[in-house]
């Protein structure tokens, strides 16, 4: 079964059941996350910063998608781009920085990982690994000790289109849907898997598609609408806590920067494109709504953008500061202790 937006409809007042100070914490979530993003841009052209693989364009299907979810009770798996969501869950901008910056205090690996592999053990952050998709049979199997344990936690992670070709996709989806698992998979698809464009992908048109052959919903969202994808998440995390199974969610986001700071898009996206794409902001979008209903006036808009500006300048600074991992921690969590022989 295949739904979109359209055809299970969403309560046509703004922002459904949310007041206006949670329309307006989503809001800043979506600002802090682009200001850190753009930060870290920043920091690598300085050589600062080894590598960064960004978030711009899907902060609204993360803001969305994680203001649905439990925080400390849900388990999140986020693929690379989920800076949004992991900020929601609780990760602070240090923390991120952190990460960035492989300082010995990054919750993530202890900097011992390639940044924006997202983890913290407090948060029920799980993180991944550097090969695409092999977060998704690990959310499956989660979702399986939740279930065994008689739990209602719901297990969410996200990937992008391109992973959906992987057989990591098959397995973890197909294991969720035989077991009816409390598991929600967001396809956070901007039509680039790096360089290569959905059509050269699969011969369907939406990723939602692929979610009938596994006998589950599958439901296309405009990911540029932070309210439609919370939405979407809501009822999916209701039917997952119901013990009705899991949903496959693909967000339609838009990719607003290169595949990350290796790659130079003009090589393979038209101009006009990468023009257009500056006019599907979520941000812009979200701000726009917000100032249409009287829930947000300019003065609020500027006072947030300081605060959002005040917090990544602080958490750059405190994180740069930070200690470095020290040498003789090189092996751990890579190996097991040796022990001293008798």
């Not at 994680?66 to 992991?86: N, S």
């Not at 393979?268 to 829930?295: N, S, T």
Request: aromatic share 6%; with cysteine; net charge negative.
């Amino acid at each position: 079964m295949t739904l979109s937006i359209n055809e299970i409809s969403t309560d046509p007042g703004f922002g459904h059941d949310l007041p206006p100070h949670t329309l307006r914490d989503m809001l800043r979530y979506m600002m802090l996350a682009r200001a850190l993003d753009e930060r870290m841009w920043v920091l690598n052209r300085a050589g600062k910063a080894p590598f960064v693989i960004s978030c711009q364009g899907h902060e609204a299907a993360q803001v969305g998608a994680a203001f649905a979810l439990m925080r400390g009770k849900d388990f999140i798996l986020p693929y690379y781009r989920g800076l949004a969501t992991v900020l929601v869950m609780g990760m602070t901008p240090t923390e991120v920085m952190l990460g960035l910056f492989a300082r010995a205090t990054d919750p993530s690996s202890g900097g011992r990982q390639m940044p924006a592999h997202y983890g913290c053990r407090r948060l029920k952050i799980v993180t991944q690994s550097s090969p695409v998709g092999t977060q998704i049979p690990h959310a499956a199997g989660i979702g399986l000790a939740e279930k065994i344990k008689g739990g209602d936690a719901v297990v969410w992670v996200s990937f992008g289109e391109g992973t959906t070709s992987q057989g990591d996709f098959h397995e973890g989806v197909n294991l969720a849907a035989v077991h009816r698992l409390p598991v929600i998979f967001q396809c956070e698809n901007n039509e680039y898997a790096i360089s290569v464009h959905q059509r050269q992908q699969m011969a369907i048109g939406s990723v939602a598609e692929r979610a009938a052959a596994y006998g589950i919903p599958g439901i296309s969202v405009d990911g540029t609408d932070v309210l439609a994808v919370y939405e979407v998440t809501r009822r999916a995390v209701e039917r997952a806590r119901r013990g009705d199974g899991p949903t496959l969610i693909e967000a339609r986001v838009v990719r607003m920067t290169a595949h990350s700071s290796d790659d130079n898009d003009r090589t393979y996206r038209p101009p006009h494109e990468i023009a257009l794409v500056r006019h599907q902001d979520p941000i812009v979008r979200f701000v726009a709504q917000l100032r249409e209903h009287g829930i947000l006036s300019e003065a609020e808009e500027q006072e947030m953008r300081a605060e959002v500006k005040a917090i990544v300048d602080r958490a750059t600074e405190e994180a740069e500061r930070a200690p470095m991992p020290e040498p003789e921690t090189l092996y751990d969590h890579v190996y097991a202790p040796l022990r001293q022989r008798r």
